[in-house]
Each structure stands twice: as structure tokens, then as C-alpha cells.
């Protein structure tokens, strides 16, 4: 009898899941070391089961995306918190977002320094400003009344993305994060590896969220601000359709407003997760010049995680039992 009721519960609850990205590019096998190979997915997994073993207590999706991104964020490893890369003087400037898709709530931050968990400042917008996007001073301003404590310089420093800059520091050039120095802007593109961070989560409530950060591109200059904290281009959630999080060369995704995109070839066409992202990673964003990839979650908790680069680091996790933590394109 306990036996039967057990099943049934089982079988009625929810599918849940969560997916990560640690960014998109150049990443072909023998170009890293073993060593090195094994650092990324174990970052990765911690990340994914640190979100995971949260939605599996029940805590909802918002819970899980910010847990993972910070995770993220703190390892150097990555492009986004600690390891940023390093704009034109020689600083870091961060950008991030975050969106509940039950309430379609958002907040995201833009040129911020210092502070150690982007995320948590866009969660902090969303929930305990009356605004939506805080950027610059003022988004510094904000963290200061919410009493964060800001990082020395030293917390960012990551000698790999230091090396990076001098090699085009003084010049025009700007390059994402692990490129080589080129001076134009499209080669650059196509050289290169993209380090954003970012995940997306369905919770047991069927309640999906998605959550970005990033350091942005190296070099970069003029207040230079990417996909990554736009809502609609590089984030989105919301529970009728999907949440969203992207990384690739941010002017297109911006210009293609992908992560919204995906979302309106599931509403208006009646298309499936894994379809839909996949017109926009591999058909779409590819007729602009644009190249990248993107996490994907609906409110079934199916997943999908295309990319049209080499590889991305990447990785996720269901209640069906399916797991994958993987970097290249096979
Ligand atoms: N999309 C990010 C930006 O343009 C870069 C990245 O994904 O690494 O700022």
C-alpha cells in the first residue's frame, strides 16, 4: 500500500531542472590542458548542484539561477565577479540581470565595479527598487544604501585576463574574453571564446527564471554595455514560454533581441523549446554575422542549449535523472 502511494506521488510531481553556462567561443579539444579541462567542469557541476540540490528542497527557480551565477561569479575562471576582464583603464565594469518568469519581475545592473556578486545586485533591484535596470554611479549608489561591501581592485585580479589586456591596452581594439588581439571587430568575433556566465532553472511550482552576469569585453571603453543585462536580449523568463540566458558577441544578440526571440517563435508559433532556440542560435543570429549560444528552460523543465561557436561551457541537470556537464561540440 505505502508502496502504491509513494509511485503515485512520484508520478504526479513536476519535472524540475536547471541549466549553466560559463560562456561561448573558440574551444577546440587540444587547446587546453587536461588540468585545466577538469578545472571548468568541476566549477561547472558545484555550480549545478549547488542550484539543483535548492530546487530539489523545494526553494524556487529564482533561488537556484542567483545560487548558481554566484557560484560562477566567484570562480576566476570565468568572465563574470572575480576574473572580470579589463576595460580600457585598466578597471573592471560589470554588468548582470535577473527575471522571474511567474511574475515577469526583473532587475539588472550595468557598469558597476566592485561589487563582488553582480547578481545579487540586479535580484536586489528587482525586488527592493521601484526600477527595473540601475546603471553606473547610480547602481552604485543603491548598493552603497543597501550597505555592500566593495572590493578592492586586487579580488578582480586575474593574471590570464591581465596578460589579455596589455596586448591591445593603447590601442582601439576591444576583444571578448580569451580572443586574440585583432583590430577588427568581426574577426574578434570569430577568434573567440565569450566568458559570461549564466542560468536558467524551472523549480517543482513549474515556476521558471533566468540569471546572467558578465566583465564584459576586454578593452572596452565609452561605458560599452552588452546583451548580458538587457532584458529581452541577452535574459528573459517568462513561465508561458521559456527563461533564457545567453552569451556570444553581445552587439548581435542585442540587435537580434534573441532571448526575446525565442520566446516569440514559441508564443506565435507554437514552436518547442529546443525548435525555437535553435532557429535563433543556428539560423537567425547566424544571418546577422552573430555567434554565440544560449541556455534554455520552459516551465516542463525540457532544456535545450544550442551554440553556434566551437563549444560552451555548459552543463545541466533534471529530476528525470538526465545530467551533462560538457564543453565542446560533441
Ligand atoms: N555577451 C557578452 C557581452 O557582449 C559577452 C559574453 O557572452 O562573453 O558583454
Same mark, same amino acid.
Given at each position: 500500500?505505502?508502496f502504491?502511494?509513494?509511485r503515485?506521488?512520484?508520478? $504526479?510531481? $513536476?519535472?524540475?531542472?536547471?541549466?549553466?553556462?560559463?560562456?561561448?567561443g573558440?574551444?577546440?579539444?587540444?587547446?587546453?590542458?587536461p588540468?585545466?579541462?577538469?578545472k571548468?567542469?568541476?566549477?561547472? +557541476?558545484?555550480?549545478?548542484?549547488?542550484?539543483?540540490?535548492?530546487?530539489?528542497?523545494? +526553494?524556487s527557480?529564482?533561488?537556484? *539561477?542567483?545560487?548558481?551565477? +554566484?557560484?560562477?561569479?566567484?570562480?576566476?575562471?570565468?568572465?563574470?565577479?572575480?576574473?572580470?576582464?579589463f576595460?580600457? !583603464? /585598466?578597471?573592471?565594469?560589470? #554588468?548582470?540581470?535577473?527575471?522571474? &518568469? $511567474?511574475?515577469?519581475?526583473a532587475?539588472?545592473?550595468?557598469l558597476?565595479?566592485?561589487?563582488?556578486n553582480? *547578481?545579487s545586485?540586479?535580484?536586489? *533591484?528587482?525586488e527592493?527598487?521601484?526600477? *527595473? =535596470?540601475?546603471?553606473g554611479?547610480g547602481?552604485?549608489?543603491?548598493?552603497? !544604501?543597501?550597505?555592500? $561591501?566593495?572590493?578592492d581592485?586586487s579580488y578582480?585580479?586575474d593574471?590570464?585576463?591581465?596578460?589579455q589586456?596589455?596586448?591591445? %591596452? #593603447?590601442?582601439?581594439? =576591444?576583444?571578448?574574453d580569451?580572443s586574440k588581439s585583432?583590430?577588427?571587430?568581426?574577426?574578434?568575433?570569430k #577568434?573567440?571564446?565569450?566568458?559570461?556566465v549564466?542560468?536558467v532553472a524551472?523549480?517543482?511550482? /513549474?515556476?521558471?527564471?533566468?540569471?546572467?552576469?558578465?566583465?564584459?569585453?576586454?578593452?572596452?571603453?565609452? &561605458?560599452?554595455?552588452?546583451?548580458?543585462?538587457?532584458i529581452?536580449?541577452?535574459n528573459y523568463?517568462n513561465? %508561458?514560454?521559456c527563461?533564457?540566458?545567453c552569451?556570444?558577441?553581445?552587439?548581435?544578440?542585442?540587435?537580434?533581441?534573441?532571448?526575446?526571440?525565442?520566446?516569440?517563435?514559441?508564443?506565435?508559433? /507554437?514552436?518547442?523549446l529546443?525548435?525555437?532556440?535553435?532557429?535563433?542560435?543556428? %539560423?537567425?543570429?547566424l544571418?546577422?554575422?552573430?555567434?554565440? &549560444?544560449?541556455?534554455?528552460v #520552459?516551465a516542463?523543465?525540457?532544456?535545450?542549449?544550442?551554440?553556434?561557436? !566551437?563549444?560552451?561551457?555548459?552543463?545541466?541537470k533534471?529530476?528525470?535523472?538526465?545530467?551533462?556537464v560538457?564543453?565542446?561540440n560533441?
Amino acid at each position: 500500500m505505502q508502496f502504491v502511494i509513494f509511485r503515485s506521488n512520484f508520478f $504526479k510531481m $513536476k519535472t524540475f531542472s536547471i541549466a549553466i553556462h560559463g560562456g561561448a567561443g573558440t574551444l577546440v579539444k587540444g587547446m587546453m590542458t587536461p588540468e585545466l579541462e577538469s578545472k571548468y567542469k568541476s566549477a561547472l +557541476k558545484y555550480a549545478l548542484d549547488a542550484g539543483y540540490n535548492l530546487l530539489e528542497e523545494g +526553494k524556487s527557480s529564482i533561488e537556484a *539561477v542567483e545560487v548558481a551565477v +554566484k557560484l560562477l561569479e566567484d570562480s576566476p575562471l570565468f568572465n563574470a565577479g572575480k576574473g572580470s576582464v579589463f576595460t580600457a !583603464e /585598466g578597471t573592471h565594469e560589470m #554588468d548582470a540581470a535577473i527575471m522571474d &518568469g $511567474k511574475s515577469l519581475n526583473a532587475g539588472a545592473v550595468s557598469l558597476i565595479t566592485g561589487i563582488k556578486n553582480p *547578481v545579487s545586485l540586479a535580484r536586489d *533591484v528587482m525586488e527592493k527598487s521601484e526600477h *527595473v =535596470f540601475l546603471a553606473g554611479e547610480g547602481a552604485m549608489q543603491f548598493a552603497k !544604501e543597501l550597505d555592500y $561591501k566593495l572590493e578592492d581592485a586586487s579580488y578582480f585580479y586575474d593574471e590570464f585576463r591581465h596578460n589579455q589586456w596589455l596586448e591591445i %591596452k #593603447d590601442t582601439d581594439s =576591444f576583444q571578448l574574453d580569451h580572443s586574440k588581439s585583432v583590430t577588427e571587430a568581426t574577426r574578434s568575433q570569430k #577568434d573567440s571564446k565569450f566568458g559570461t556566465v549564466g542560468a536558467v532553472a524551472c523549480d517543482q511550482n /513549474g515556476n521558471i527564471a533566468a540569471a546572467t552576469s558578465t566583465g564584459g569585453m576586454t578593452n572596452k571603453k565609452w &561605458g560599452r554595455v552588452g546583451d548580458s543585462p538587457m532584458i529581452g536580449a541577452g535574459n528573459y523568463a517568462n513561465n %508561458k514560454t521559456c527563461a533564457i540566458s545567453c552569451t556570444g558577441s553581445g552587439e548581435f544578440f542585442i540587435r537580434g533581441v534573441v532571448a526575446y526571440d525565442v520566446a516569440m517563435l514559441m508564443e506565435h508559433k /507554437g514552436m518547442s523549446l529546443e525548435d525555437a532556440s535553435n532557429e535563433v542560435i543556428n %539560423k537567425r543570429i547566424l544571418e546577422i554575422n552573430g555567434d554565440g &549560444g544560449l541556455i534554455a528552460v #520552459d516551465a516542463k523543465g525540457n532544456i535545450a542549449m544550442p551554440f553556434n561557436t !566551437e563549444g560552451m561551457y555548459r552543463a545541466s541537470k533534471s529530476s528525470t535523472g538526465a545530467e551533462e556537464v560538457s564543453i565542446y561540440n560533441y
